[in-house]
């Protein structure tokens, strides 16, 4: 018997002249045995509704929620100076900004002039979306270290280097010094320039060193070469792991909540 989703006349044809029976996504059916004849025809195929994505929650869109997440008064710029700032492309501005009003996070006050409301929903659901859609993307690889020294002075590897930031469980240990990290997240500026070669990185799905490309442009948290607070909360959250939560906790109350509570 065939069974399949859609199943075109002439083949049913073809089937029924040689005794085959079929079975298809409309319920259609044809079934010959030595007792009789199975044979339903007319169910006309069940339309697909396939859920409209939000445009604030792709990969584009993520990466300038993010951007209004740290600049929420760049919301207001004229799309083509924001698709510079936010390194977005110029069309998919409007249709991120749109997906955010219909989400419910823009609030328009007065005269062309925008503001994030429930900005702490927000702020979830731009981490959820990040874990799943995002994230992934950047991820350039696992590593451990062939000298064990590196591995435990890890913290003084990227001082010269501008185009590295840490993320994550590192972040947090230099930030607010309220954990030892079990791995070590770290963002690069460029996929070409990837310290393999230099640190002597071995290759290991489960390597304690995970490596991802930088997506955002701002710069202030470079010369403390760490990622942003937002995204290292975002980051320790994600991990489900209870010591990395209560870091995330505390990052949140000393740097985001005057922020993120407000509205």
């Known amino acids: 018997m065939v069974v399949a989703e859609h199943i075109y006349p002439a083949q049913k044809k073809i089937l029924k002249e040689n005794g085959i029976g079929y079975l298809d996504g409309a319920g259609n059916i044809f079934l010959e045995q030595a007792d009789g004849i199975l ?27 993010f951007h209004f997440l ?10 083509r100076s924001l698709a510079l700032a936010a390194n977005v492309s110029l069309g998919n501005i409007k249709n991120i900004i749109e997906g955010l009003k219909e989400a419910g996070f823009i609030l328009q006050v007065g005269k062309g002039k925008k ?33 064990q020294e590196r591995s435990r002075h890890w913290e003084s590897l990227i001082k010269e280097s501008g185009l590295m930031v840490w993320g994550g469980e590192a ?26 070669g230099d640190w002597m990185l071995i290759p290991n799905k489960n390597g ?10 701002d710069t202030n948290w470079d010369f403390k070469k760490l990622t942003p607070p937002l995204l290292i909360y975002a980051d320790l959250m994600i991990t489900g792991d209870p010591r990395c939560i209560e870091a995330a906790m505390i990052i949140y109350d000393k740097f985001l909540k005057d922020e993120f509570d407000q509205r």
Do not use: C, M
């Open 39 to 65: 044979w339903l025809e007319g169910n006309k195929p069940v339309k697909e509704h396939r859920p409209v994505t939000n445009r604030a929650f792709t990969k584009a869109g993520l990466t300038l929620v």
């Open 70 to 79: 740290l600049y929420e008064e760049t919301l207001n710029l004229p799309y």
């Open 115 to 147: 503001v994030l409301q429930n900005k702490r929903a927000l702020l979830h659901r731009w981490i959820t979306a990040y874990q799943e859609t995002l994230k992934p993307t950047l991820h350039l690889g696992n590593f451990n270290f062939w000298e």
């Open 171 to 196: 972040a947090a240990k230099l930030l607010i010094n309220h954990l030892e990290p079990e791995f070590l997240t770290l963002y690069i500026e460029s996929d070409n320039r990837t310290p393999k």
């Open 208 to 217: 304690r060193l995970k490596l991802y490309k930088k997506f955002w442009t």
